[in-house]
């Protein structure tokens, strides 16, 4: 009998320190607190530089805005992306929950290529309409990946669908008097459903607006920032952010149903939920708001950019700023260490290599097949029925 004990407490004990890592040698610690020790460094030393470097390039008449935008965003772009980086090589280092890290990649490459494609269009003015086009696509990209990240976060769609039958349909289903204009009651199993159209139908209507903004910016008659009835740009706009505000609705919906239970497991929603709508909704709204200046002539031409460079190199401006903060926000609330495994047990990964972490998180092949059939209705028969609305 003791034997046998000895034996299980034997084979506990190779169980627990099978693949064990090895410990982290002298050097390695020593070079670890030297790169935390630049990195902090570097991070302060290049906040005293922006004011700096920004206001002698404005003392100096020889420098032209292209240049002072240019360098001085560069700074912030120049702190963003190894804070985002970070937290992106984070998760994919850690990949032990593929279903759910995977959105969160997605979400998080957000930040770098909106403060990347933002300070190119600073120096790039003549491709700034086509620089805004692949980040408006990256916008809507991302919104379906959060609404995917809620579905898993909380088990999936069936699990999803077995909660929301436990709570009464009239808290979450109903609509306000102005929305029960254009919708039914949504209830029981089709709620989820018509959240993912919602959202879904935004990613396909932000493309074909890239589409017709490129077709009318060829034909010269986009006219950005001008609502006038001839203009591209009005009606661009207007469709945009009419998918907008229902892809905003049915995601604030679907949100305040599940909220309870993101509470239950720990998954910090408003903050997740703040940081998403803050960078997809707030730069939009931004855009708009300098448009709506510069259609009344609050901004006007400065030096060699004209009126319309102006606005545009405003909101890249202004992008690549706020980027910073996201960058920082992004990186506590979506966290890598919420998914490390304990490496004294030896855990092994459980979503596979570095680089088919990388691939999982790139194709979105679920969002793809799901446009299909929610959207464009390629549905079996007895589906059908999610997609009324």
């Given at each position: 009998m003791s034997h046998e004990i000895i034996d299980q407490d034997t084979g506990l004990d190779l169980l627990l320190n099978?693949?064990?890592?090895?410990?982290?040698?002298?050097?390695?610690?020593?070079?670890?607190?030297?790169?935390?020790?630049?990195?902090?460094?570097?991070?302060?030393?290049?906040?005293v530089l922006i004011p700096v470097i920004t206001v002698q390039a404005l003392k100096d008449k020889n420098t032209s805005n292209d240049h002072v935008a240019f360098y001085s965003s560069a700074c912030f772009v120049g702190l963003t992306?190894?804070?985002?980086?970070?937290?992106?090589?984070?998760?994919?280092?850690?990949?032990?929950?593929?279903?759910?890290?995977?959105?969160?990649?997605r979400i998080l490459w957000m930040v770098p290529l909106y403060s990347l494609q933002s300070w190119l269009g600073l120096r790039f003015h003549d491709?700034?309409?086509?620089?805004?086009?692949?980040?408006?696509?990256?916008?809507?990209?991302?919104?379906?990946?959060?609404?995917?990240?809620?579905?898993?976060?909380?088990?999936?769609?069936?699990?999803?669908?077995?909660?929301?039958?436990?709570i009464?349909?009239?808290?979450y289903g109903k609509h306000g008097r102005f929305m029960s204009l254009f919708f039914t009651d949504w209830s029981g199993s089709l709620f989820l459903g018509r959240c993912k159209w919602g959202v879904l139908q935004y990613v396909v209507v932000k493309v074909f607006c890239v589409f017709l903004t490129i077709l009318c910016e060829a034909a010269g008659t986009y006219g950005n920032g001008e609502f006038s009835l001839t203009s591209g740009y009005f009606y661009v706009t207007f469709v945009a952010n009419v998918s907008q505000c229902l892809a905003l609705y049915v995601l604030v919906k679907l949100f305040y149903a599940v909220k309870v239970s993101l509470f239950a497991i720990g998954a910090k929603p408003y903050g997740k939920f703040a940081c998403v709508k803050g960078v997809v909704f707030f730069t939009w709204w931004q855009g708009v708001g300098i448009a709506v200046l510069q259609?009344?002539?609050?901004?006007?031409?400065?030096?060699?950019?004209?009126?319309?460079?102006?606005?545009?190199?405003?909101?890249?401006?202004?992008?690549?700023?706020e980027m910073l903060f996201f960058a920082v926000a992004h990186m506590y609330t979506f966290s890598y260490t919420e998914y490390c495994v304990d490496e004294d047990l030896g855990m092994p990964r459980s979503g596979g290599?570095?680089?088919?972490?990388?691939?999982?998180?790139?194709?979105?092949?679920?969002?793809?097949e799901d446009i299909k059939t929610e959207v464009l209705g390629r549905k079996k028969k007895e589906d059908t029925s999610v997609l009324s609305i």
């Open positions: 099978y693949d064990r890592p090895p410990p982290k040698s002298r050097l390695r610690q020593v070079m670890e607190k030297v790169a935390h020790f630049l990195a902090v460094s570097t991070f302060l030393s290049l906040l992306m190894p804070i985002s980086i970070y937290g992106i090589y984070g998760h994919l280092s850690n990949y032990n929950q593929p279903k759910i890290q995977k959105y969160v990649v491709s700034s309409v086509w620089i805004e086009s692949l980040r408006d696509m990256y916008e809507s990209y991302t919104l379906a990946s959060f609404l995917y990240y809620l579905i898993e976060v909380l088990g999936g769609e069936e699990e999803i669908t077995r909660t929301l039958l436990d009464p349909e009239q808290t259609n009344y002539g609050i901004i006007h031409e400065r030096g060699t950019w004209s009126q319309d460079d102006v606005a545009d190199g405003l909101q890249d401006y202004l992008i690549t700023v290599t570095f680089g088919e972490a990388l691939w999982s998180s790139s194709v979105p092949n679920e969002i793809g």
